[in-house]
């Protein structure tokens, strides 16, 4: 086991400064321990660890943008037609707390929405904590597109197709739209899908929202169509039906 010490001198070499004081302004409020952060996932945006908070006896995920290597041109891309962040201006810090924010909101639709996905709690700057998936040790569920789909059987196969693509209907129904969901931004937890990675969705309405829904569908669908499962007309169906 790491002292506190060293794990800090750690969050040293990967945090700037102004990410370190928002983790501990959070650690502050006791919405987790900072000696028990564990990384979980290094991606091009973003830096996914868990924690565990005392208070509540679990564990929860942190996601942290990172402020200094994020494309955030190609963020403001993708964020600029969401006319929820309309009066958004092109600045780098501005526009990455801007997708920690949106991602945190659609959270929030996406449980309204009656899906399973992440329960959001906080955000903060670039810093957003929410419901860990997983197993208490830390271990995270499985990403869908590791998960062996001919270990289910076939009671399981068919509940877990529907899952997916009821979910995706439902979204749509609460004006929201996934925008990256493939078997990379899926979970699987007692053999039901969870969908994860919020930050691209932008409400249905919207007008790049059919084209985005219409993609969901078909990366959605791919993973099945490898494991031979299924027509995509059918998957299409399920989703329009919600
Ligand atoms: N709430 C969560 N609980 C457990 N693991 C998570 C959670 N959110 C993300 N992860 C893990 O972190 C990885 C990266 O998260 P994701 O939100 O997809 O970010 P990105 O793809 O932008 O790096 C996921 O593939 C998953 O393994
Ligand atoms: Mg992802």
């Given at each position: ?189 007692d053999d039901a899908p969870v969908f994860i990675d919020f ?44």
């Amino acid at each position: 086991m790491r002292s506190s010490k060293e794990r800090f001198k750690t969050l040293h070499g990967i945090f700037d400064a102004f990410t370190i004081k928002t983790l501990q302004s959070l650690s502050s409020k006791q919405m987790f321990e900072l000696d028990t952060l564990s990384p979980i996932s290094e991606g091009k945006e973003a830096y996914v660890l868990s924690a565990l908070r005392e208070i509540r006896e679990e564990r929860v995920a942190l996601k942290v943008y990172f402020l200094q290597t994020a494309d955030f041109n190609k963020m403001y891309y993708y964020i600029k037609d969401d006319p929820r962040f309309a009066s958004l201006i092109k600045k780098r810090r501005k526009v990455i707390m801007a997708w920690a924010s949106r991602e945190h909101k659609n959270l929030h639709i996406a449980r309204e929405a009656g899906i399973l996905s992440p329960t959001p709690y906080i955000v903060k700057n670039n810093v957003l904590i929410m419901q860990f998936i997983g197993k208490e040790d830390g271990k995270p569920c499985p990403l869908l597109t590791n998960v062996s789909f001919s270990d289910f059987n076939e009671k399981e196969k068919e509940n877990f197709f529907r899952e997916c693509f009821r979910s995706i209907g439902k979204l749509r129904k609460h004006d929201l739209v996934h925008g990256d969901l493939s078997s990379f931004n899926v979970l699987v937890k007692d053999d039901a899908p969870v969908f994860i990675d919020f930050s691209h969705a932008t409400p249905y309405s919207c007008h790049m929202g059919k084209q985005l829904y219409e993609r969901d569908l078909k990366n959605m669908f791919q993973y099945f169509n490898k494991h031979r499962y299924g027509s995509f007309e059918e998957a299409k169906k399920i989703a329009d039906k919600e």
